[in-house]
């Protein structure tokens, strides 16, 4: 299985950008999915989850402008992100936890310009 996001590139502040994850195969079972972030010389980040249950966690930085949000078994999850801020930049990962495995995407870059 592999993960591939999609959706980041270059945009000012203020603005929006829809990630979306996309998987290779089906993925059953899905748990949880998750999006994390990671910006240079900093540790990777969780941004926000969703259970299967429907919790869902945001981090305070995102509260407020960031929407996760699950898909299917191909297309695992999204997340709407508005109001983007410079220090939202940072590369963007997609993570999916299954009843066995975990999956990391790819990571996709969002930039955003003051």
């Known amino acids: 299985v592999h993960l591939v996001e999609s959706g980041g590139g270059l945009v000012q502040a203020g603005g929006s950008l829809r990630l979306s994850c996309a998987s290779s195969?089906?993925?059953?079972?899905?748990?949880?999915v998750g999006w994390y972030r990671q910006a240079p010389g900093n540790q990777r980040e969780s941004v926000a989850i969703?259970?299967?249950?429907?919790?869902?966690y945001y981090a305070d930085s995102v509260k407020g402008r960031f929407t996760i949000s699950r898909g299917n078994a191909k297309n695992p999850g999204y997340l709407q992100m508005n109001s983007l801020k410079p220090d939202d930049t940072a590369v963007y990962y997609c993570?999916?936890?299954?009843?066995?495995?975990?999956?990391w995407g790819v990571g996709t870059q969002v930039t955003v310009s003051s």
């Open positions: 993570y999916v936890q299954s009843f066995v495995y975990g999956y």
């Open positions: 969703i259970d299967s249950d429907g919790k869902i």
């Open positions: 195969e089906s993925i059953s079972s899905i748990k949880r």
